[in-house]
């Protein structure tokens, strides 16, 4: 069984970097044919693809947020990361990790983690 749970601060300032580690256990995240994941969803609103890295390491990154957004990982732990610059009360939601599946949509998600952005 696969398990993803996201760890980060809950509170971030504006114009500061969000950093939240996704920590994966039950699979490797380099196994052939799987996409690591981050989506958000802010308050009242849909859930929002960030970006992701490949199985190859590879990132990919949603155009609307390629600017400030920046997926790594660290295969020796089984993570990866996101970090999200220059965040603005507008970046306040629930940030998810999530594994997917080329064509297939995603099948283990984390629990979910609420970041604040507020001075």
């Known amino acids: 069984q696969v398990q993803l749970q996201e760890s980060g601060p809950g509170l971030v300032k504006p114009s500061q970097t969000l950093s939240l580690t996704c920590t994966v256990s039950g699979g490797s995240i380099t196994t052939n044919s799987y996409y690591w994941n981050w989506i958000r969803q802010p308050p009242g609103k849909g859930l929002e693809w960030m970006g992701g890295?490949?199985?190859?390491?590879?990132?990919n990154y949603s155009p609307s947020l390629k600017s400030r957004t920046s997926v790594s990982r660290d295969t020796s732990k089984n993570q990866f990361t996101l970090q999200l610059s220059s965040v603005t009360p507008e970046d306040t939601a629930v940030y998810y990790c999530a594994r997917g599946v080329a064509g297939a949509g995603y099948d283990y998600w984390g629990q979910g983690t609420q970041v604040t952005v507020s001075s």
């Open positions: 890295i490949a199985y190859s390491g590879k990132p």
